[in-house]
């Protein structure tokens, strides 16, 4: 209804539920708390792993050809991305 779109969209908070108290805390797809000072974020199922954690990148061999222009010395390079830099 038009007041539940009023309400939703003027406060703030972290989730509700309409004509219940706590339903949406029975789906673990569905963050659970509050904002500012009711809470810290969303802390539930998959929502509360990523809450937690800080996922790393990190890379053990790369997809790219092992070129020697990566590595010092870097005799020649500079003359080479002249080259490559024209078809850019």
Partial sequence: TNN????????QFGGGCIND???H???????FGGIGNSGFGGYHGKTSFE???HPKSIM???NWMD???????YKGTLKWFKKLSKFL
Avoid at 4 to 11: D, F, I
Avoid at 25 to 31: K, Q
Avoid at 67 to 73: E, G, M, Q, T, V
């Fill in 21 to 23: 108290t706590v339903a």
């Fill in 51 to 53: 809450t937690f954690t």
């Fill in 60 to 62: 053990k061999k790369s």
């Fill in 4 to 11: 539940q779109k009023k309400v939703m969209n003027k406060l």
């Fill in 25 to 31: 805390l029975g789906n673990i797809d569905l963050p």
């Fill in 67 to 73: 070129i020697s222009l990566r590595y010092p010395p």
